[in-house]
Every structure is written in C-alpha cells, then in structure tokens.
C-alpha cells in the first residue's frame, strides 16, 4: 500500500503497459500514450496518441475502509487506509479516422484481455506496493450527457472516447509516520517544595 502518490503511480501503471504494448503500425503513425491533466488537451493538436484522463476520485464502498491487514506475525500497530476508485476517459487522438478507431480498439482489447494490474507492475513505481495489491480496470457505466458536459469545460474539441474505472487503490499513510507508537501512558514526578519549608 502506498501513499497518496499511489493515485498517480496507478496512473502512470497503465500508461506504460498500454505504451509498452503498443503494436508497430499504430507507433509508427506516430502515436503514444500520455496521462494529460484538464489544461493539456490543446498539446494533442495535430497529433496522434491515447490520453488518460484522470476526472474523478471517489471512495470505494464496496471495501471495507480502516486499516491494512498485516501478517499474525508482524506485531506492528496496523496503518490506517482508505480505499479509492479512480475514473478516467481513455481518448484517442488522432489526425484520421482509421488511426484514431484503430488506437481505440487496440487499447479497449488490452484492457479486455489484461484487467488486472498486479504488484509487479505496480512496484515499477518505485511506492510501497505489497505484494498482494492489485488494481481492476474496468469499463465505466457512463450516460452520453455526463461524458458531454465533461468535455464542455475541457479546452479543445471532443475525441472518441470511452470511461473506464480503476479499483480498488488503497492509499495510506506514509511509512515515516509508523515510525512511534502513540503515547499510551504519561508519567510525572512529584517532589517537595522547599518553599514551603
């Protein structure tokens, strides 16, 4: 489990698997794939790539939230952690129709064939992911008028493209801070005035 840097680790997880995986004809258009933030889709202008647009965190509810489980052995107080949902647009840019279907396609199929992104591939990241963390990429229920008003407040114009959900990423606290137990008992002296002699 990994701090709050854990949301753009995940990110940047899946940006270099599908960047990794990216087959010759569609590289050589020439295409990437990049995470871009809302004030960076005027930098896709005239060229062709899948963006990773991160638009939403929200709680998952369907976890239980409190505190990392840890091994019977390790007697170290448990840490605290919140699990999240990331939802982001997959957009594919491109400068002409069969280039920017074809990158859409290809990155709905990976996704398809590989949802689940483990330690391995996380622990690129260089966080404290442990080994059983794991994170599901997954389509996104999405109504056409939410993704529309979504894109009326991104600069540029609309591009194919499809929500997709990343769960469950738990985030806690930093190593740093596990460091010191809390204080359970305080202990004052007590001794005599020599004023009142």
Same mark, same amino acid.
Request: hydrophobic letters at 40%; proline letters at 8%; glycine letters at 6%.
């Given at each position: 489990?990994?701090?709050?840097?854990?949301?753009?680790?995940?990110?940047?997880?899946?940006? =270099?698997?599908?960047?990794?995986?990216?087959?010759?004809?569609?590289?050589?258009? +020439?295409?990437?794939?990049?995470?871009?933030?809302?004030?960076?889709?005027?930098?896709?202008? $005239?060229?062709?790539?899948?963006?990773?647009?991160?638009?939403?965190?929200? &709680? /998952?509810?369907?976890?239980?939230?409190?505190?990392?489980?840890?091994? =019977?052995?390790?007697?170290?107080? +448990?840490?605290?952690?919140?699990?999240?949902?990331?939802?982001?647009?997959?957009? %594919?840019?491109?400068? %002409?129709?069969?280039?920017? &279907?074809?990158?859409?396609?290809?990155?709905?199929?990976?996704?398809?064939?590989?949802?689940?992104?483990?330690?391995?591939?996380? $622990?690129?990241? %260089?966080?404290?992911?442990?080994?059983?963390?794991?994170?599901? &990429?997954?389509?996104? /229920?999405?109504?056409?008028? /939410?993704?529309?008003?979504?894109? /009326?407040?991104?600069?540029?114009?609309?591009?194919?493209?499809? +929500?997709?959900?990343?769960?469950?990423?738990?985030?806690?606290?930093?190593?740093?801070?596990?460091?010191?137990?809390?204080?359970?008992?305080?202990?004052?002296?007590?001794?005599? $005035?020599?004023?009142? $002699?």
């Amino acid at each position: 489990m990994a701090n709050y840097r854990a949301i753009h680790g995940v990110m940047d997880a899946i940006r =270099a698997f599908l960047d990794e995986r990216l087959p010759g004809e569609l590289r050589a258009a +020439p295409a990437s794939v990049r995470l871009i933030g809302s004030r960076e889709f005027n930098a896709f202008q $005239d060229t062709s790539g899948l963006g990773l647009y991160l638009h939403r965190i929200s &709680i /998952d509810t369907s976890l239980p939230g409190g505190f990392q489980h840890r091994p =019977a052995a390790d007697r170290r107080r +448990p840490l605290p952690d919140v699990p999240l949902c990331l939802h982001f647009l997959l957009i %594919s840019f491109a400068v %002409s129709a069969e280039t920017e &279907i074809g990158l859409m396609g290809w990155a709905m199929q990976q996704f398809a064939t590989f949802p689940v992104l483990g330690v391995e591939r996380l $622990d690129r990241t %260089s966080l404290d992911w442990r080994s059983p963390e794991r994170v599901q &990429i997954t389509t996104e /229920d999405m109504p056409t008028e /939410d993704l529309l008003r979504i894109w /009326d407040g991104l600069p540029g114009d609309y591009n194919l493209t499809v +929500p997709y959900l990343v769960r469950p990423v738990r985030v806690g606290i930093d190593r740093d801070s596990e460091t010191f137990e809390p204080v359970r008992t305080r202990v004052f002296a007590l001794h005599d $005035d020599p004023a009142r $002699d």
